[in-house]
């Protein structure tokens, strides 16, 4: 991990205008959704991402033939082939985000044999949810050390209540239910935009999907899915982090396929900072920067709340703003672990407990050597060094590669200076 770092000097205002890229978290699992067809299905705006080809790879680990174009962002997988249920516990290590093929597997075999994942150090994110609802479909579920296996020779459809509307839950009892005879309901379901995205995929393959009052989503399963040609969402993160980049270095920028629907809390709250935010179908998301930012206390919650993996971009925008502020975080209990290194760059934030920050706002913060302990606190680190006087070193390179594809390229064609260092 130390091998290579992140060079990043203070900026002038960045301007310009830039395209956002596909997200990678609607990507991963329309992915594994391919499990529940046989043919050749086409992905298009993919992010050529490290966690994107892990994915790649564990699909071909079951059997899929992938040719990918990661140029175009296009993937062109056959399911044709996939004949295996078993995940090797190298590849599941790789990315939190490999347990939603957990649901395709036991649609299509009745079975499926894995370990627990892998991913960032934020939090535990245990995957309760999962099995327990897995169960109840009746699903028998045994497990040894690591590993876990799951079989049943029928899955009944079933009225599902989450305890919390868990992302990766809804997903996967979603692409469960999808293919087992019945109406099956999941209650308090996630209903962030890249669950939306599955969604539509899956209604595209020609599963029947409805979206019901206090976020209940009716499942009536279908015999078959087909395979098809999709085009996935713009990342709502990647296109965060390019606007309070814009916002803290006092630049003005343009976002024309950034989809403001997505993220209308989060622009909400850059305008009550001062920062001018429109939004327009031909120019997309603009923002130009005020000279004075003003600091707001956020807490992040399910969609449509603040998002999580935006808590530590937006904490970089309250450290550099007049005023006191509090963030407090309601989903991970470890995603303050990039705060020491604020510190160290001399933001003045203190981390009462494990969900809750204060904040005052300074002028200046000074370059320092940090590491990225996640992929949202490698992007935090970064556009902290884009406000600070001298250089940042940033460590922690493959964190920054899993979540956003070229963003340096991005950033540097609006004005920055950063640069990867190789380490002799």
């Not at 957990?102 to 892998?118: E, K, M, N, Q, T």
């Not at 028998?140 to 992302?167: C, G, K, M, W």
């Not at 470890?334 to 705060?339: I, S």
């Not at 680190?381 to 340096?408: F, I, M, N, Q």
Request: negative net charge.
């Amino acid at each position: 991990m130390r091998n290579e770092y992140i060079l990043v000097k203070k900026s002038k205002p960045l301007t310009g205008q830039v395209l956002v890229s596909g997200a990678k978290n609607a990507a991963l699992p329309i992915m594994a959704s391919l499990i529940l067809t046989s043919g050749i299905s086409v992905l298009k705006n993919v992010p050529h991402l490290t966690d994107i080809e892990s994915m790649v790879i564990l699909l071909q680990e079951l059997g899929a033939l992938i040719h990918a174009d990661y140029a175009a962002g296009i993937l062109t997988v056959d399911t044709t082939m996939v004949n295996r249920w078993q995940v090797s516990e190298h590849l599941m290590k790789k990315t939190r985000a490999s347990i939603v093929v957990l649901g395709p597997l036991l649609a299509r075999f009745h079975r499926a044999d894995l370990a627990f994942p892998g991913g960032d150090a934020i939090g535990a994110r245990p995957i309760d949810y999962h099995l327990k609802n897995f169960k109840k479909m009746g699903a028998v579920i045994t497990q040894e050390s690591n590993l876990i296996s799951l079989q049943a020779e029928h899955l009944v459809a079933q009225r599902f209540v989450l305890d919390y509307p868990s992302v990766g839950a809804t997903q996967n009892i979603l692409m469960a239910a999808v293919l087992v005879p019945g109406v099956s309901y999941i209650v308090n379901a996630a209903v962030e935009p890249e669950v939306i995205d599955l969604i539509n995929i899956l209604q595209k393959m020609g599963a029947e999907i409805s979206i019901e009052k206090s976020a209940t989503l009716k499942i009536v399963g279908v015999k078959t899915l087909q395979s098809v040609e999709y085009t996935i969402m713009t990342d709502r993160l990647e296109a965060g982090a390019l606007l309070i980049a814009a916002a803290i270095t006092g630049g003005e920028i343009s976002l024309p396929n950034a989809c403001a629907d997505d993220m209308e809390l989060f622009l909400m709250k850059l305008q009550e900072m001062g920062h001018d935010v429109r939004v327009d179908e031909q120019l997309g998301i603009t923002l130009k920067a005020c000279k004075n930012p003003q600091t707001f206390s956020f807490k992040t919650a399910p969609y449509p709340g603040i998002a999580t993996d935006l808590q530590p971009l937006m904490m970089i925008a309250q450290a550099v703003a007049h005023g006191n502020s509090e963030a407090i975080e309601t989903v991970f209990e470890n995603r303050f672990l990039h705060v020491p290194y604020l510190q160290m760059m001399g933001a003045h934030m203190q981390v009462l407990g494990s969900h809750k920050a204060v904040i005052t706002g300074v002028k200046l913060l000074h370059g320092a050597e940090v590491e990225a302990t996640d992929i949202r606190a490698s992007c935090a680190l970064v556009l902290a060094g884009l406000v600070a006087e001298g250089e940042t070193k940033v460590y922690g390179v493959p964190h920054w590669r899993r979540g956003y594809e070229s963003l340096d390229e991005k950033l540097r064609a609006l004005g920055a200076e950063i640069d990867f260092v190789q380490v002799r």
